[in-house]
C-alpha cells in the first residue's frame, strides 16, 4: 500500500515557495498577531518560545505543566481536540501556529496515536482556515522517509514517505505531514512550511539522543551507516527562519555533517557492542517485550540503513545555514542527563 498518496507532481516544491507580491504584503501585513505554540512545553517548545518572546506575543498549548514559563508567555493547559481551542482562535489574533504537538510514544496504541495525532492537527487546520492564519510550520521529521536499504545518499522533499513500511507506529506520523502537503494546495492563503530535520539531538528526549547517551550501545555487525544529526537549538533556528513573510514549502533540515556511526561512538567515548542482526532483534525484542528498553524492534534500521536529507533547498530558500558544529551536536546528549 503507497504511504504517499500526493503524487510527486502536487507536492510543495521549490517554484511553490515563490509567491505573488499580494501575497507578501497580506503576510507582512499581518505580522501583529500572535504566535501560537503547540506543544509548548515540550523541549523544543520551550526553546522556541524563549526565543521568540522577546519580539512576539506567544501563546502556547500543552495539556502539560509549563514549568519556569516567562511572565509574558500566555500558557492554555489543554488539549488540541477540545472545544477550548476554538476560543484560544477566537479570542487572538493569531498570525502564526507552530506545530510541534506530535506524539511519539511507541507504547502508546494505535488509536490513541491516531486521535492525538491526527484528528488534533485535523482540528488545528480547521480553526487556521476558519480564522485566517497567515502562516503555518510544522515539524515533522526525516524519519517520514524511513531508512531503506535501497536509498540514495541523500533524499530529497520529493522521495516517497516510506517510514511507515517497516515500523507502523510511525503512519500517523506520515499521515499529519501529507496532511499538511495537502492544506498547502487547498489553502495558498495560509503560507504553509513543513520542515523535516535528521536526528535532532541535545536535551531531547527522542530516541536518537537515548541512544547516543548509553555508555554500551548495540550495534550491527557488518553495518555502519552514515549519520546526519541536528543540534536542537539549530531546528529552533529553522522554525524561527521558517516564519518569515513568503516562506511556504517542504524543507529538509541537516546538520554540520555526516559521519559513520562508528566515528559518532569514537567522538563520544562509547563502547559498542557489536552483534549479529538475528541477535539484535531477539534481544531488542526481548527487551522491548519486558519494557527494559525505550527502543522498539523496528528502529534498529536506523543503525543499519541510510537515511540522509539533501538540505540545499533549505539553504537556498529559507536561508538556513546550522550554526554548531559535528562536536557541538554530538555532545549536546550530554545535556540535561
Known sequence: MSTNPVSKSQRPSARASRVSSGQLKRAAASRDGAVLVTGIC?????????????????????????LGKPEDIEHYKVDLRRRKMRDIFRSNKIRAVIHLGVMHNPRASD????????????????????????????????????????????????????????????????EVDMLAQSFFWRHMETETVILRPCHILGGVKNAASNYLRLERPLTLLGFDPMIQ?????????????????????????????????????????????????????????????????????????HIRFLCMVDDSRARQELGFVPHRDMQQTLLSVEADR
Not at 515540550?42 to 505543566?65: E, F, P, Q, S
Not at 563502547?271 to 522491548?288: D, E, G, H, M, Y
Open 111 to 174: 488509536k490513541e496515536h491516531h486521535t492525538f495525532n491526527v484528528v488534533a492537527f485535523q482540528k488545528l487546520l480547521e480553526y487556521i482556515t476558519h480564522y485566517q492564519v497567515p502562516k503555518l510550520v510544522l515539524l515533522s521529521s526525516a524519519n517520514v522517509y524511513g531508512p531503506q536499504p535501497d536509498n540514495p545518499q541523500f533524499l530529497s522533499e520529493e522521495a516517497p514517505l516510506l517510514g511507515a513500511q517497516s515500523f507502523s507506529k510511525i503512519r500517523d506520523l506520515v
Open 42 to 66: 515540550g523541549r523544543l517548545g520551550r526553546l522556541v518560545a524563549r526565543t521568540l518572546h522577546r519580539n512576539d506575543k506567544v501563546i502556547g498549548v500543552d495539556r502539560r505543566d509549563f
Open 229 to 301: 544529526v541536528i543540534h536542537e537549538k539549530d531546528v529552533t533556528d529553522a522554525i524561527v527562519a521558517a516564519l518569515k513573510p513568503g516562506v511556504r514549502g517542504i524543507f529538509n533540515l541537516r546538520g554540520p555533517g555526516e559521519l559513520p556511526l562508528s566515528k559518532v561512538f569514537e567522538r563520544l567515548r562509547r563502547k559498542p557492542v557489536p552483534v549479529p542482526s538475528f541477535v539484535a532483534k531477539t534481544t531488542l525484542n526481548r527487551l522491548w517485550k519486558y519494557r527494559l528498553v525505550s527502543f522498539p524492534p523496528p528502529e534498529i534500521d
